[in-house]
């Protein structure tokens, strides 16, 4: 029995199977109370007023800020910028860098819309351009490819650290020793890889990290951009406003330090509080267990899956570079149609479609896959539902 199920309302009788992970987590308990307790407690506003109640919000904000500090093992909290999620957190950087026209950004074939649209858009803007690293025949990271693409006019490498498309993680310490070699700045879409596994930012030495709060136990449209001090000194803010300055004149402003400059306007309290009492929890359940368990499950998920006659994994067919993704497709099947049924007939829930990597499923000439995405809360016996459903619907379809 995992008995971590009796933290998450929606698990506790066992009433739907819930594989949709990467999208969304689920919340536990503790989560949802952080947030009721603002709410509740003391339903202020941080930063500006001088009452009791706004001090508590700041104190509770600035403690989730060090919770969340500690747990990627940051220098300092003021590396940790609130934002709304992910794709913010990349924009922040696209847009704040001070990239110019011939400047080159290197992505990856795989990359989440959130980004490759902010390139895309950065290069009919300004001119910038960039480069597309394509994977190899199974789907994981051509270093060598990479290394032949970085050149002088490189100026910031954009990847994402773990793949939603199929749970592929990039070499990144690699990558990243490589990059500043080469004179460039380095910028991982955390998304799918902060969630699972232990990440030590001063390890990596990467320069910028986004990731959502919402795929971590946090509240919906919450992230946190991490980055290196000494260049958040020297980016100028993306949106501004409100709380970004410490004073101004009907002529000028004068900024605030980061991560202030970057926190435009009212905030999310109770989600940034929230936020803080996810990570706490993340740390008692321990990445060792996180990672054990989507092993297993995605071991036997794997398994099984290979004995549906006709259907293609997408990525290397060894779960143990998977994570705790499993996606996949049955030429002649509708995605959708697949993740329907197992809703109606099972309420087993998965994600079906392009994941957001519209460009990669174009590429390949594949119209959609079924992505099932666990963590540490579900079990072998969902694990088994899942498959024994699956096999039914795609026998009548
Ligand atoms: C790899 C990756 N990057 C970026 C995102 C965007 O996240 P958000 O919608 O929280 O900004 C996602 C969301 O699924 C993702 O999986």
């Known amino acids: ?30 989560v949802i109370e952080a947030i009721n307790e603002y709410y509740q407690d003391y339903p202020a506003c941080g930063g500006r007023s001088m009452h009791h109640l706004a001090a508590k919000v700041t104190h509770k904000c600035e403690e989730a800020r060090s919770i969340i500090s500690t747990f990627l093992h940051a220098k300092r909290k003021e590396e940790i910028v609130f934002t709304r999620n992910t794709t913010e957190g990349i924009n922040l950087v696209a847009h704040s860098l001070g990239l110019k026209a011939g400047d080159i950004v290197i992505i990856s074939d795989k990359e989440h819309n959130s980004n490759l649209i902010p390139w895309q858009v950065l290069r009919d803007k300004i001119g910038i351009e960039y480069k597309i690293i394509y994977s190899k025949e199974d789907n994981t990271f051509d270093l060598e490819a990479y290394k032949q693409a970085l050149n002088n006019r490189v100026k910031l490498v954009s990847l994402g650290f773990t793949s939603n498309l199929d749970g592929v993680t990039i070499p990144a310490n690699e990558i990243i020793t490589l990059a500043h070699k080469a004179g460039a700045l380095v910028l991982l879409d955390g998304a799918q890889a902060v969630p699972h596994r232990k990440i030590d930012v001063q390890d990596l030495d990467v320069d910028f990290l986004a990731f959502s709060g919402h795929k971590m136990l946090g509240p919906s449209g919450t992230g946190v951009l991490y980055g290196k001090y000494s260049l958040l000194t020297k980016l100028d803010p993306f949106m501004v406003g409100g709380d970004t300055v410490a004073s101004s004149t009907y002529e000028t402003h004068e900024f605030l330090p980061p991560p202030e400059k970057f926190e435009a306007g009212l905030q999310d309290y109770a989600g940034i509080i929230g936020l803080g009492a996810a990570v706490n929890y993340l740390n008692t359940i321990g990445f060792e267990f996180i990672e054990q368990q989507e092993q297993m499950l995605n071991k036997y998920i794997t398994t099984e899956l290979k004995t549906i006659s006709g259907l293609k994994i997408i990525g290397p067919s060894d779960p143990k570079e998977r994570g705790g993704i499993c996606s996949f497709y049955i030429p002649g099947k509708d995605h959708h149609q697949i993740a329907l049924m197992l809703d109606e007939t099972s309420k087993i829930m998965i994600r079906s479609g392009q994941h957001c990597v519209h460009s990669w499923f174009y590429a390949h000439q594949i119209p959609g896959s079924v992505r099932a995405s666990v963590y540490f809360y579900n079990t072998m016996n969902e694990a088994e539902v899942f498959i024994r459903e699956l096999k039914k619907v795609v026998s009548i379809l």
């Open 1 to 30: 029995m995992n008995t971590h199920r009796q933290d998450f309302p929606l698990l506790r009788d066992c009433k739907v199977v819930y594989f949709d992970n990467a999208c969304q987590t689920l919340r536990p308990k503790q």
